[in-house]
């Protein structure tokens, strides 16, 4: 299997029109059968003919020839999309095109977008810093053709914006079973015996004439010739690289075999460790741009969850999964304010008046987009409190006492998990466990042994100062034991993982980092020096 790493979508066409639009052209191919002047010139009367990107497009869809400027004939997908019978199976199609094109772009894209398992919803600039770090072990690809690829998954009913983000469509969740029986690694070891085997068929250079090495010509710069015909460097290009090289983001060099983003042999002592720990948390105590949201700051008065642990729950329950779907961009403290005014979590809780008629009270929150987007998380609160009065009298005010006899933190992660959340939104167990501890009221060491919430940039600083030898997340036990590690250095003088979830604001932290020779931290990139 390829990697590719080349998309566009088709010239002055809207993003709702692309599949009618390709679907005209296919058609139009197969019924006229026309040569290559005479598809150019209506493609042109259409608007859509861009020397450079049309035949390039087209091509990747089924339509052979236009390369040669020879004869037009349609090939898979192009018959394909043409034979299906339903938008359905069209879907099917193109997104089973997708995937050959590039499995593990698909398969990353698909697995971080689903919040059923860790994922959440994402923007394409989100999606392509995680695809453009080393946690992703792909080839890499440019910012206009993964929005390009983003955009033709959309029409391939992979994926759908939900709100303003990218969430899953059906299509996508049908293919996540595909995705997931995807072996990284098997597939990056075939792809390099591929090209191995492909470097023996090639002819043997002239002598005299001998390659440079792979370092060497991943450094070369890429130049352009001026009129004079003098080679220039285009300051603002890329440094060219070998198909095979890592992103231009890329950390550390991992040894052979190794899953890029895990453990590579470069981790700092355990004595370097403390002393990045203590370097953090000093930086972090005179950082003047915290951007930090907690309980606190979303107005949570600690005395209410004696006067109503139910409501109380519900309330911090509910921002947990606004901040976890949403972020810090979106207006969530003037959002649950809004509610507060309309007594919104004490009617939920009391089922006098409930979801339907507080919204309508509030007239859906007309003219604020933000609110709008925002109540769409709502619909989670009926289920939590069900889950609450099912299982919230274990979850009383002796909360502290029942804690004696757990097992440690493991247990108490696990019962927040399955009891309040009832199986769903890790990210949201771990903020409910750290912000219940912050305010007092599960004041217990087992609770504080999992309060550091192993969101993608702790666990990324994490594993980049060798607290953890993964920044991967398979699953909710592997986040729980990412936090058991980080809460043994990181508790809650510095508010738990705060500092390591703006690490590069104040270190300037990043792969390939320029500060390397110069930072006082300890990290895995300084070590493989």
């Known amino acids: 299997m390829a990697q590719r790493v080349g998309f566009k979508v088709l010239p002055n066409t809207k993003d709702e029109l692309l599949l009618d639009r390709l679907l005209t052209i296919l058609a139009t191919v197969e019924r006229e059968r026309p040569n290559f002047k005479q598809l150019r010139e209506s493609l042109r009367e259409l608007g859509i003919w861009k020397r450079e990107e049309t035949p390039e497009i087209l091509e990747f869809f089924g339509v052979s020839g236009l390369s040669e400027r020879g004869r037009i004939t349609l090939r898979p997908p192009a018959n394909q999309l043409l034979a299906a019978d339903s938008p359905a199976e069209r879907q099917k199609v193109l997104v089973s095109h997708l995937y050959q094109a590039n499995p593990l772009l698909v398969k990353y894209i698909l697995e971080a977008l689903d ?9 394409t600039h989100e999606l392509y810093r995680y695809i453009s770090s080393y946690a992703y072990p792909g080839d890499y690809i440019k910012l206009p053709d993964f929005q390009s690829f983003i955009k033709w998954l959309g029409v391939a009913g992979a994926v759908r914006i939900i709100g303003i983000r990218w969430g899953l469509d059906e299509a996508g969740k049908a293919q996540l079973p595909v995705v997931r029986s995807l072996d990284v690694e098997e597939f990056l070891e075939d792809e390099a015996l591929e090209d191995e085997d492909a470097m023996v068929d090639l002819p043997d ?3 005299g004439n001998t390659p440079p090495d792979f370092d060497e010509e991943a450094r070369m710069e890429p130049e352009s010739t001026t009129e004079s015909g003098v080679a ?3 300051p603002s290009a890329p440094p060219k690289r070998p198909a095979r090289t890592p992103p231009p983001l890329q950390g550390p060099a991992m040894r052979p075999g190794r899953r890029p983003g895990s453990d590579s042999g470069v981790t700092p002592s355990p004595r370097e460790r403390l002393e990045t720990v203590a370097l953090v948390k ?11 949201v907690g309980a606190r700051e979303l107005g949570v008065v600690p005395n209410d969850y004696a006067k109503d642990f139910k409501v109380f729950l519900l309330r911090m329950m509910t921002a947990a999964v606004l901040l976890d779907s949403e972020g810090q961009k979106a207006p969530v403290r003037a959002f649950l304010a809004r509610l507060d005014e309309l007594a919104a979590f004490d009617r939920i809780a009391s089922a006098v008046g409930g979801l339907e008629e507080v919204l309508a009270e509030a007239d859906w929150f007309r003219g604020q987009l933000w609110f709008e987007r925002l109540a769409e998380s709502l619909v989670h609160t009926l289920r939590f409190r069900h889950l609450l009065e099912v299982n919230g009298e274990r979850l009383a005010a002796d909360f502290k006492e029942a804690l004696e006899a757990e097992r440690g933190g493991a247990m108490v992660a696990e019962r927040v998990l399955a009891d309040l959340f009832g199986g769903s939104f890790y990210m949201a167990s771990f903020w409910l466990i750290r912000e219940m501890y912050s305010l007092g009221l599960w004041d217990h060491a087992a609770v504080a042994a999992v309060a550091v919430v192993p969101t993608y940039q702790t666990r990324e600083a994490a594993f980049r100062l060798g607290f953890v030898d993964s920044l991967y997340a398979d699953g909710f036990a592997s986040l729980l034991t990412t ?29 390939r980092c320029p500060h390397v ?13």
């Open 115 to 123: 919040v059923t398992d860790g994922g959440r919803l994402h923007s």
């Open 205 to 207: 250079a002239p002598p």
């Open 232 to 234: 220039q460097r285009d």
């Open 282 to 292: 000093a930086w972090w105590g005179g950082f003047a741009h915290k951007r930090v």
């Open 483 to 511: 936090s058991q590690i980080l809460a043994r250095f990181f508790g809650e003088d510095c508010g738990f993982n705060a500092p390591l979830e703006q690490l590069a604001d104040g270190f300037g932290c990043r792969f």
């Open 517 to 529: 020779t110069t930072c006082p931290l300890a990290c895995r990139e300084k070590r493989s020096l």
